[in-house]
């Protein structure tokens, strides 16, 4: 693997990264906004509203990566926006596997090219 496909590889991790981050911490906004306006509700096993963002931010990482722990669950409208959020991190699957499918043809584009024209050229000995 040469220094430039390292280099990509790793841009494009972080890239992955923090588009999750950001969405993970949009969601969490978003189940705040939609708590406090009393559209919907974030509730713990006893029944208890989640109480701060970092419980929002909880409850958002682990719908985000489809955990579902239990420990927390969605009412009202965060139930739509909890669906939102699942589906968001399939469409970012979808582009990795994406990346990372185009980038392994490409290798085997350019590595089965080579191979043909060096078969073209006369081997000196």
């Known amino acids: 693997m040469n220094r ?17 981050l950001g969405f993970i911490v949009f969601f969490a906004a978003l189940y705040w906004a939609i708590d406090t306006l009393n559209w919907g509700w ?6 208890n509203r989640a109480d701060s963002f970092l419980s929002f931010v909880y ?3 682990g719908t985000f990566f489809r955990i579902g722990y239990g420990d927390q669950v969605p009412v009202g409208l965060t139930q739509w926006i909890a669906g939102l959020e699942a589906m968001s991190n399939f469409a970012i699957e979808i582009l990795i596997i994406t990346e990372w499918v185009t980038a392994a043809l490409e290798k085997s584009t350019f590595l089965h090219t080579r191979e043909r024209l060096e078969n073209l050229l006369p081997r000196r000995r």
Do not use: C, P
Request: positive net charge.
């Open 4 to 20: 430039n496909s390292q280099i990509r590889q790793l841009s494009y991790l972080l890239q992955i990264v923090s588009v999750s």
């Open 42 to 47: 974030v509730l713990s096993r006893e029944g």
């Open 59 to 61: 409850f958002s990482m």
